[in-house]
C-alpha cells in the first residue's frame, strides 16, 4: 500500500511539474492584465469612458459619489449601464459635506476633482487597479478650473509621488482633447446605449432639454449627426 501511494504521489508530481509552464502562463497573464476604476456620473462622458475601457479588455471597477442633491436619475443610469454591460465591482461612496449642487451654476462644487480623484487613487491602490479614469473632455476646462488639463496632470503628479506602493496609480483622462460631439461619435462606434445616460441639471422624469447641460448634449448630438435615443 505504501508502495501504491508513493507511486501514486511521484506520478502527480510529475504531471505538475509538466504542467508548470502552461500553470505560469496563465498566472502572469491573469497578474498582468490591466484594471480601470472609473468614475461614473451617468452622463454621456463618463458612459464612453467606461466602454472605452471595455474595448482595452482591461479589468473593470466602477465609483460613484453620493452626496445631498445628487439625482435620483442620475443614479438609475449608473446603475442601468452597470447592470447592462454585468459589471460586479461597482462601488458608491457618500461625501454628507458637499452642499447641494445648484443647476444655475452648473452643478459647480468646490475642489470636486480634488476630492473625487484623491478618493478614487485610495481606493484603486486598495482594489488594485493600474488607473483612474475620467470622462473630461476640452470644454471641461474653460467651465471649470478644476478640470483644466494643467490641473488634471499636476494631480497626477502628485497622487503618483505620495504612495508607498511599487506601482503608484495612474490618471487616465482619455478624451482630454475631444469636443463633446467626437465623444459621442465614439460612444456611437462603442455601441454605446445613449438611452440610459443622464445630462440633465434637474432631476425629472425627463430631460427639460433648457438647462446647459441639456442644450450641450443636443447640441453635441446634432454636431455628431447622431440622433439622440433621448428625442426620438
Same mark, same amino acid.
Given at each position: ?47 464612453? =469612458? ?11 471597477? =466602477? ?9 435620483? *436619475? ?13 459589471? $460586479?465591482?461597482?462601488?458608491?461612496? =457618500? ?6 449642487? *445648484?443647476?444655475?451654476?452648473? %452643478? ?17 491602490? $486598495? ?7 475620467? %470622462? ?43 469636443? $463633446? ?5 465614439? %460612444?456611437?462606434?462603442? %455601441? ?11 432631476? $425629472? ?11 450641450? *448634449? ?15
Amino acid at each position: 500500500l505504501l508502495r501504491l501511494g508513493s507511486k501514486s504521489l511521484h506520478c502527480r508530481s510529475k504531471a505538475l511539474i509538466a504542467q508548470a509552464p502552461s500553470l505560469l502562463v496563465e498566472f502572469f497573464m491573469v497578474s498582468s492584465k490591466k484594471k480601470g476604476l472609473v468614475l461614473l456620473s451617468g452622463g454621456i462622458d463618463s458612459t464612453v =469612458t467606461l466602454w472605452w475601457v471595455l474595448k482595452k479588455g482591461w479589468q473593470l471597477s =466602477t465609483l460613484t459619489f453620493l452626496y445631498p442633491g445628487r439625482k435620483k *436619475r442620475e443614479l438609475w443610469a449608473m446603475d442601468k449601464l452597470c447592470s447592462k454591460i454585468k459589471n $460586479k465591482e461597482n462601488f458608491k461612496v =457618500t461625501l454628507p459635506f458637499i452642499d447641494f449642487p *445648484r443647476p444655475e451654476q452648473e %452643478g459647480y462644487i468646490p475642489q470636486k476633482n480634488l476630492i473625487y480623484y484623491g478618493v478614487a487613487a485610495s481606493l484603486a491602490e $486598495k482594489i488594485g487597479a493600474h488607473f483612474v479614469l475620467g %470622462g473630461h473632455h476640452k470644454r471641461d476646462g474653460q467651465l471649470f478650473p478644476d478640470a483644466e488639463k494643467k490641473y488634471l496632470l499636476e494631480l497626477n503628479r502628485l497622487i503618483g509621488s505620495g504612495t508607498r506602493s511599487y506601482r503608484a496609480v495612474e490618471l487616465k483622462f482619455p478624451f482630454l482633447k475631444y469636443s $463633446k460631439e467626437k465623444i459621442i461619435q465614439l %460612444g456611437a462606434q462603442y %455601441g454605446v446605449p445613449y438611452e440610459y445616460t443622464w445630462s440633465c441639471s434637474h432631476d $425629472k422624469a425627463k430631460h427639460c432639454w433648457e438647462c446647459i447641460s441639456c442644450l450641450e *448634449r443636443k447640441n453635441g448630438f446634432q454636431k455628431a449627426r447622431i440622433l439622440d435615443p433621448l428625442l426620438s
